[in-house]
């Protein structure tokens, strides 16, 4: 095992092998927060010997540019490099399974990342707040996505999200603010709430139509719970259909470019914040049909009906 001693600097290359007491031991593992904080190292060279890179290994290390982990890497734990502000670019090994959490939170400048064939799961808050991640390359074995994996990625314009992708969790790509577009696949069982949320420019929302637990009805541009009809996520294009009986928590949360609502006959509940930051809101009104809800006299204002 490999800990540093928080003096490196420049470029570092990592030995394949150290002594001690005149016996040379092979290097496997980079240890917890062995070159954490570290804020002058620019490069590292990291050995085809290691299969482990341990929790904040790499942690705030600002001045570092790129890193390239070789093949021999099965395992990268949690903030392994967490706040390295200074990263462009992350070459990944192709034996990993699982991005764990936190592991490139606020790597800012991180411009570009292929996720391996060979991870099935990116954790909570894997890459959130790296504000200029543009381009994210997703595997077809990828299984799930954490919550706020890729929140606050203000860069991102669009994701693919693959087939074989089964749950997502809550906010997993909030504010996203440049994210125009999203596409559910059918393989997909969960979904979290809010995971559109403060994604400012989307535009499009669209569920497979094989997928048996969500869905996007009458091109409504919105993603749907089928089995209960809720309303879980919409955009500034949503038409909330017929049918739906709740309209989730945070729902259209600052969805600023929201310009119109119709509440239709069906809806029987409206959640927390389910409107909250719409700024560009100019019309609101509820079918007369709503037993529960109404905008009396072209209020344009939602009002509880029972409680006035």
Do not use: W
Request: contains cysteine.
């Amino acid at each position: 095992m490999i800990a540093g001693e928080k003096k490196y600097s420049g470029d570092l290359v990592i030995p394949s092998t150290t002594t001690l007491n005149d016996t040379v031991y092979l290097v496997t593992r980079i240890g917890k927060s062995a070159f954490d904080f570290c804020t002058d190292l620019t490069s590292v060279e990291i050995p085809g010997s290691v299969t482990y890179i341990g929790v904040r290994a790499f942690a705030d290390c600002r001045q570092l540019t790129t890193i390239e982990i070789p093949n021999s890497v099965k395992y990268i734990a949690e903030q392994a490099f967490q706040r390295c502000k200074g990263l462009t670019s992350a070459t990944l090994p192709n034996k990993l399974k699982s991005i764990n959490c936190v592991t490139f939170n606020e790597c800012v400048h991180l411009a570009s990342i292929e996720i391996p064939q060979s991870v099935t799961s990116i954790e909570d808050f894997a890459f959130g707040h790296c504000y200029y991640l543009s381009i994210v390359v997703l595997p077809d074995s990828l299984e799930s996505i954490g919550e706020e994996a890729f929140g606050r990625c203000y860069s991102l314009t669009s994701i693919q999200i693959p087939q074989s992708v089964k749950t997502i969790g809550f906010a997993a790509f909030c504010l996203c603010v440049k994210l125009d577009s999203i596409f559910i696949p059918s393989s997909v069982t969960y979904i979290g709430n809010s995971v559109v949320e403060c994604c400012l420019n989307l535009a499009s929302i669209e569920v497979d139509a094989n997928n048996t637990n969500y869905d996007s009805r009458d091109s409504c541009n919105a993603i749907i719970e089928t089995s209960t009809n809720t309303l879980i996520s919409g955009c500034q294009n949503t038409v909330i259909p017929q049918g739906i009986t709740t309209i989730a928590n945070d729902a259209f949360y600052y969805c600023s470019y929201l310009a119109s609502v119709v509440i239709p006959q069906s809806v029987t509940t409206i959640g927390r914040d389910a409107f909250t930051g719409c700024s560009g809101l100019t019309s609101i009104k509820v079918d007369p049909g709503n037993a529960h809800y109404d905008s009396r006299d072209d209020c344009n204002a939602l009002i509880e009906t029972s409680k006035n």
